[in-house]
């Protein structure tokens, strides 16, 4: 059974950073690549950042570039997001999501995680 499993998200400061990490069980990761998806109240799901399979190409989406930083470690079955510089509008429930050999699109996702929570107080 898949599981990808988001932690790191909570409670912080304009200005201020985190790191949100997805664990991966249940698939051979190093043959996934790899998204974070946020999704804001109202809004539609959005892809900030992906990353391939080995980690030699990385996305950004133009609202995060330059803040937000996406990595992985095959050895360990994670790909992170560390988030700096964190705004008001940065607040949404942030997803893992992993795709076969592409990199993932809102459309086109193999597995989720359940989301992890980032509010960022004004």
């Known amino acids: 059974q898949v599981q990808l499993v988001e932690s790191g998200g909570g409670l912080v400061q304009a200005g201020g950073s985190l790191r949100l990490s997805c664990a991966a069980s249940?698939?051979?990761?190093?043959?996934?690549?790899m998204g974070w998806f946020r999704q804001a109240p109202g809004e539609e799901r959005l892809l900030l950042a992906d990353?391939?399979?080995?980690?030699?190409?990385?996305y950004y989406e133009d609202s995060v570039k330059g803040r937000f930083t996406i990595s992985r470690v095959n050895s360990n079955n994670t790909v992170y997001l560390q988030m700096n510089s964190l705004k008001p509008e940065d607040t949404a429930v942030y997803y893992c999501a992993g795709r076969f050999g592409l990199v993932p699109t809102r459309d086109r996702v193999d597995y989720w995680g359940k989301g992890t929570l980032v509010t960022v107080s004004s």
């Open positions: 249940g698939l051979t990761f190093s043959n996934y690549a």
């Open positions: 990353i391939t399979n080995s980690g030699g190409s990385t």
